[in-house]
Nanobody
Framework: QVQLVESGGGLVQPGGSLRLSCAASGSISSIYKMGWYRQAPGKQRESVASISRGGRTNYADSVKGRFTISRDNAKNTVFLQMNSLKPEDTNVYYC???????????????WGQGTQVTVSS
């Protein structure tokens, strides 16, 4: 099994910054793509950013130039640095880690517990 622990959310004023972290642990053989999603009440979960094992990144248009995704492969951890935050960035943020298990050799999709980000003055 795999456990994901998210941290770093909170309340910040418009224009401020936050850094989210998501650490994966357990019977992990390998992790390829890691990502962050967000979901507002009553809306569908949307992709914010993703990063391949080799460091190739992809961003939603709404966060390009403001958010930066990175990862530490040795620690199975993914980060999301969020700068120039706007009220419309207020959401619950979830990390997504598809991990290949050592026990089965099969990839499963894992989600973090979610962390609240609130941007308000």
């Amino acid at each position: 099994q795999v456990q994901l622990v998210e941290s770093g959310g909170g309340l910040v004023q418009p224009g401020g910054s936050l850094r989210l972290s998501c650490a994966a642990s357990g019977s992990i053989s390998s992790i390829y793509k890691m990502g962050w999603y967000r979901q507002a009440p009553g809306k569908q979960r949307e992709s914010v950013a993703s990063i391949s094992r080799g460091g190739r990144t992809n961003y939603a248009d709404s966060v390009k130039g403001r958010f930066t995704i990175s990862r530490d492969n040795a620690k199975n951890t993914v980060f999301l640095q969020m700068n120039s935050l706007k009220p419309e960035d207020t959401n619950v943020y979830y990390c997504n880690v598809p991990a290949v298990l050592t026990t089965t050799g099969v990839e499963y999709d894992y989600w973090g517990q979610g962390t609240q980000v609130t941007v308000s003055s």
